[in-house]
């Protein structure tokens, strides 16, 4: 299957999904066709944060278009973030899309997840990533907004300072204090601080989750 991803929203969440995707690839012994678009990240943060989401949607739905134009058979938003505009997208995509949020939905509840730490932009925090999470106790960060802020610093600049890793994974620590099995990474940049580092407990990366999704739709085994 000929996947499509919208990209550069942002772009070390591009790399993300193309780097796993070819490693997906390698593993299964199948050649994954695959065409990326960019789209700019400063209009999707502004939208976000304003809530168009009529916008954001034709904006990405213009980008599905050239996906399809490229034979394309489904898409997917490579951020977390850009979910919140999903049900829009949908109504206006010439092909089906991946949607993260029913992957997230699905995968944790078959892990049998109950209490679940989050982090990730504050508004996706506070939406419980748009309703996925609504089926699981959630636990936040105590100042939401002020962990949402120094994530989405990172993802727009697109590294991660040492600073900003420790950060990080002391909310994680936190929640897991609070009573989190798990901390569940509602934002796809989050990968900066966490790829490669063991925090001390267990960490669901819900873009993993998503990427897993689209290799198993590439692959043929959806």
Avoid: W
Wanted: glycine fraction near 12%.
């Amino acid at each position: 299957m000929h996947i499509g991803l919208i990209g550069g929203i942002g772009p070390a969440a591009t790399q993300f999904y193309y780097r796993r995707l070819v490693a997906a690839s390698k593993a299964a012994g199948v050649p994954f066709r695959m065409t990326i678009t960019h789209a700019d990240n400063a209009p999707l943060v502004q939208n976000f944060l304003a809530d168009r989401r009529a916008e954001q949607a034709q904006v990405f739905a213009d980008h599905i278009a050239d996906l399809a134009g490229a034979g394309a058979q489904v898409a997917a938003v490579t951020a977390l973030a850009g979910h919140y505009c999903i049900a829009e997208t949908v109504a206006r995509s010439p092909i089906p899309l991946v949607n993260a949020l029913d992957v997230v939905r699905r995968d944790l509840t078959a892990m049998g997840i109950g209490r679940i730490g989050v982090l990730g932009a504050g508004r996706v925090m506070t939406s419980g990533l748009f309703g996925a999470l609504d089926p699981f106790d959630r636990i936040l960060p105590e100042d939401a907004e002020g962990a949402g802020a120094v994530y989405l610093k990172m993802a727009q600049r697109g590294s991660c300072e040492g600073t900003e890793r420790a950060f990080f994974f002391a909310e994680g620590r936190k929640l897991i204090d609070a009573g989190a099995e798990a901390v569940f990474l509602a934002g796809t940049d989050l990968f900066l601080a966490f790829e490669g580092h063991d925090p001390g407990y267990p960490v669901i990366d819900g873009g993993e989750l998503h990427i897993a999704e689209l290799a198993r739709q590439a692959a043929g085994q959806a």
